[in-house]
Structure formats: C-alpha cells, structure tokens
C-alpha cells in the first residue's frame, strides 16, 4: 500500500511553545520522495521541504525541523518557539516510487498557535 | 510570475448543471494534478497528466473528466454535477525531473452544487 498517515487532525498550543507534527509513511519502493506543504488561512499551499529517501539527515531551516527516520517510516517536521502565524494546516506527502507519477498527501494536521 | 492560474476562483451549481474548471501553467511542467479537498479528507487525486494528450485516473475520478490538449493547460470537467462534489478543487503541476521536484499549486476554487 502506498499511504500517508498523519494521525493529528488538531493540535493547539501557547505562542512559544514547541511542536512536532507526525508523519507516517507506506510505500514498498526504495526510492521515494516526502514533502511538506503549508496551507495557511488564506488557503493557498506552501511548498516547505523536499526529501528523498537515500537522505537521512536532519535539516534545519530556521525555527523549522525535520526528522525523517526510515526505520520507523516517518517524517516529523518540528516548529520551534512557534509563532500565531505557524497557524495552519501542514500537509505531508508521498512521491511513493521513483518511477511513479503520484503524489499522495495524508489528511494533514490543523495547528493552532494562540498569543 | 503567473506560475499555476486556476479559473474561476468561486462557482455555485445547480445540481445536474454542467461545468469546466480551467487550470493554466507557464512553467512548461510536464505533470499536472487535479485534487479535491474536503474537510477530514486531506487532498485527494482525481486525475493526472503526465504530458499533453495524456490524462490518467487518481483515488476519486467517478463524475470527473479532464483534458490535456496543450501542455499549460488542464481542463476538468463535471458533466453533471452533484452535492457530493462541493469542495474546494487544486490543480498542480510538476516537473518531474531527476530529483522529483515539488508540486506548485494553484489558488484553488471553491465549488459548490446546490
């Protein structure tokens, strides 16, 4: 089975606090690809990180983080000292075979930051 | 810099009506995607192109048809529309490349069938 599973449907937290959004993937292929996008208020999606799965280092940019661990299948992204405009839906995603041309998203993880 | 235009941006239907949704791309993708959202769902893959001419099926393409007659554009169409399809629809488009690049999405149109 091909499957993105983000088991968060909300989460809310204080400005400041940290979170981790979980992403857990299924795909039988050794090559595959995971993405993170952001769909804010407004409703538009925001590409937010590309991995492929012979890459396994964290990656940092800025207040965001990223966890991909193969043994387990997942793909967290963590927001540090979260801000009220982290407030979103992040979607996670799967290109599950290199030679395929689907991208598959979970249900995504609504993240409310209050002030 | 247009990158994914969708058009029209808001539409309501009277059941059984038909309609067009148009997505235009100017970043000579090869790949586009046409997916639904709705609330609990995530998005969801209705149908795909993987180059002008071609269109395949995703997860949910019962009561949708698409067309691919020029590379930018990509046409979805609902030949007779029901309340189950109001949602809010995506296109994208990708270039596949050798590193699997990221998808770029349009704005989105709110469809609703009344």
């Known amino acids: 089975a091909q499957k993105v599973t983000q088991a968060q449907t909300e989460i809310s937290v204080v400005e400041k606090e940290d979170v981790t959004l979980d992403c857990v993937y299924e795909?039988?292929?050794?090559?595959?690809?995971l993405f993170w996008y952001k769909q804010p208020p407004s409703g538009e999606l925001v590409f937010l990180i590309r991995?492929?799965?012979?890459?396994?280092q964290n990656e940092i940019s800025g207040r965001y983080s990223w966890n991909f661990q193969k043994s387990t299948s997942s793909f967290n992204f963590t927001i540090t000292a979260s801000q009220v405009v982290d407030s979103a839906v992040y979607f996670c995603?799967?290109?599950?075979?290199?030679?395929?041309?689907?991208?598959?998203f979970g249900t995504g993880t609504r993240l409310q930051v209050f002030p | 810099n247009a990158g994914v235009t969708q058009t029209p941006k808001f539409r309501v239907l009277k059941t059984g009506q038909s309609m067009t949704l148009l997505c235009a791309q100017d970043?000579?993708?090869?790949?586009m995607y046409w997916y639904r959202q709705d609330p609990g769902m995530g998005l969801r893959l209705i149908h795909y192109?993987?180059?002008?001419?071609?269109?395949a099926k995703g997860e949910v393409p019962d009561g949708y048809n698409v067309s691919r007659l020029k590379n930018q554009n990509f046409l979805l169409g609902l030949e007779s529309a029901a309340p189950s399809q109001t949602s809010v629809y995506f296109c994208?488009?990708?270039?596949?490349?050798?590193?699997?690049?990221?998808?770029?999405f349009g704005q989105g149109t709110r469809l609703t069938v009344v």
């Open positions: 994208a488009s990708r270039d596949p490349g050798q590193m699997n690049t990221e998808a770029f």
């Open positions: 795909t039988r292929d050794t090559t595959y690809y």
């Open positions: 991995r492929n799965s012979f890459d396994e």
């Open positions: 995603a799967l290109n599950p075979s290199y030679n395929t041309d689907k991208l598959i």
């Open positions: 970043m000579n993708h090869e790949y």
């Open positions: 192109s993987v180059g002008e001419g071609t269109t």
